[in-house]
């Protein structure tokens, strides 16, 4: 069991950024990565970027790559999100998500934390 709480989120210009947190506690010892989704208004949830735990490598859909990067400090058990040149279709309430295991998809989900990006 795997207990996830975001933050971070706030109101931001377009061009700006933003830090987003996310703070593991409980059965952290069994991740296997760590990812980043978010849901816009009337849109399906997405994938927007991942890190495994031990080794750090990250993953990122194209649609961020090269803006937002991801990272983790294992000793605060808490991984990152620095979002960089934020654009209005960046807009959604952000989670944070836990896969315990390579068997497993992501299956333990944060409350989310909103980001709102403003022209």
């Known amino acids: 069991q795997v207990q996830l709480v975001e933050s971070g989120g706030g109101l931001v210009q377009a061009g700006g950024s933003l830090r987003l947190s996310c703070a593991a506690s409980g059965r952290t010892f069994s991740r296997y990565a760590m990812g980043w989704f978010r849901q816009a208004p009337g849109k399906e949830r997405e994938f927007v970027g991942d890190i495994t735990w031990s080794g750090g490598l990250a993953s990122y859909a194209d649609s961020v790559k090269g803006r937002f990067t991801i990272s983790r400090d294992n000793l605060k058990n808490t991984m990152y999100l620095q979002m960089n040149s934020l654009k209005a279709e960046d807009t959604a309430v952000y989670y944070c998500?836990?896969?315990?295991?390579?068997?497993?998809?992501?299956?333990?989900w944060g409350q989310g934390t909103q980001v709102t990006v403003s022209s």
């Open positions: 998500a836990v896969r315990t295991s390579i068997l497993r998809n992501f299956d333990s």
